[in-house]
């Protein structure tokens, strides 16, 4: 019924298990015990909503050229890019614009007439709610180089 271990090993193995227990302890005391150090928090993605001619692709990328790329950090109200450090206010705000200039695929049509730019600092995700309106689109009917 019972297995027969040697002494020698049985101690071994009873160290060996000590010494597990306590380097994981001692990892979670110098972890604890640790100062809050605040790394900010990475832009995640950008979800764009209430698009339906305006590619997705197109209105994140406007957005993106405000700031909210990847490797772009929040700390508390400053976005942190690669080639500078912006108000978070500010960065909503020329987001907010640039993806009003988004165009329709192969035209100069900007019909998205408002956006709203939503960020959350717990996550990082960036939340793009456009409305596109056609009635206020001013087309022109002229047909270049036509004879």
Excluded: H
Excluded at 98 to 108: C, E, I, L, Q, R
Excluded at 127 to 141: G, P
């Amino acid at each position: 019924m019972f297995i027969k271990i040697r002494r020698d090993t049985l101690i071994i193995l009873l160290l060996a298990f000590l010494l597990i227990v306590c380097g994981r302890l001692i990892t979670y005391v110098a972890f604890a015990s640790s100062e809050d150090i605040n790394d900010g928090v990475p832009i995640s993605g950008i979800i764009v909503k209430g698009n339906d001619v305006v590619p997705v692709d197109t209105i994140r990328y406007n957005v993106m050229q405000a700031g909210f790329r990847d490797g772009s950090i929040i700390y508390d109200d400053v976005l942190k890019t690669s080639k500078r450090e912006v108000s978070l206010q500010d960065a909503i705000q020329t987001a907010q614009e640039f993806a009003t200039w988004s165009t329709v695929p192969g035209t100069s049509i900007e019909p998205i007439t408002a956006a709203d730019v939503q960020v959350d600092k717990n996550t990082g995700v960036v939340t793009v709610t456009v409305i596109e309106d056609f009635s206020s689109v001013e087309f022109d009917n002229t047909t270049k180089g036509a004879v």
